[in-house]
Structure formats: structure tokens, C-alpha cells
């Protein structure tokens, strides 16, 4: 895969996956390498760094507790209401351009 194609849709697939409900880091992980196939898989160098950006731009809520499972206490992520509107923009944004893309193919 082509990292720049990752990267630049990196905070997407962030937040398609909170969409689902609050999550913690290895979650989101999990989560995307299981609805991708394994094709895509997060290291914490990109992922971690991504969850702060989205929290600082007010997209991504955080809360740090003990897991249910125990252990150390874990920081959980939320999509807010304004990461849900980001989150379509995005959307809209990429299914326009694989539309265009699509056309030339």
C-alpha cells in the first residue's frame, strides 16, 4: 500500500471507527486490521499522535479509566458531535474524488 494514501487518510479511518462507539488505542487497532482484512494496521507512532490531533481539533472526546477487563487505567476515545460532522465531510469529500477517479479509470 502506498503510505502516503494512509497518511493522508489516516483521521478518517479514526473516525469511522469511533463511529461505532468509544474505543481505547489497541482497540482501534484491532478494529481496523479486522475490517480491513488485515490490510491496514496502525503502529502507535501514527496512531497516537493522530488521537491527539483529533481530540485538539474537538473531533475526538477522551477519557482516561480502568478497563473492564482491569489493568492499568487505559485513555478511551469518543467521537463528538462535531467529529460526527467532520467525519461525513470527510466522507463526502473522499467519495467524491474515488468517484473522479473511478471516471478515469
Known amino acids: 500500500m ?3 494514501l494512509f ?4 483521521d478518517l479511518i479514526v473516525l469511522s471507527v469511533l463511529e461505532g462507539g468509544e474505543r481505547y488505542g489497541l482497540e482501534i487497532n484491532k478494529e481496523v486490521n479486522a475490517r480491513t482484512g488485515g490490510y491496514l494496521t496502525l503502529n502507535a507512532g501514527s496512531l497516537y499522535p493522530a488521537l491527539h490531533r483529533l481530540e485538539r481539533a474537538g473531533w ?8 473492564p477487563r482491569g489493568g492499568p ?5 469518543t467521537l463528538t458531535l462535531s467529529g460526527r460532522a467532520e467525519l461525513e465531510r ?3 469529500a473522499y467519495n467524491s474524488f474515488d468517484h473522479a ?5
Do not use: F, I, S
Open 73 to 77: 487505567k487505559v485513555r478511551y476515545y
Open 60 to 67: 475526538v472526546g477522551a477519557e482516561e479509566r480502568t478497563p
Open 2 to 4: 502506498d503510505p502516503n
Open 7 to 10: 497518511k493522508g487518510n489516516l
Open 101 to 105: 477517479l473511478r471516471a478515469l479509470w
Open 90 to 92: 470527510r466522507r463526502a
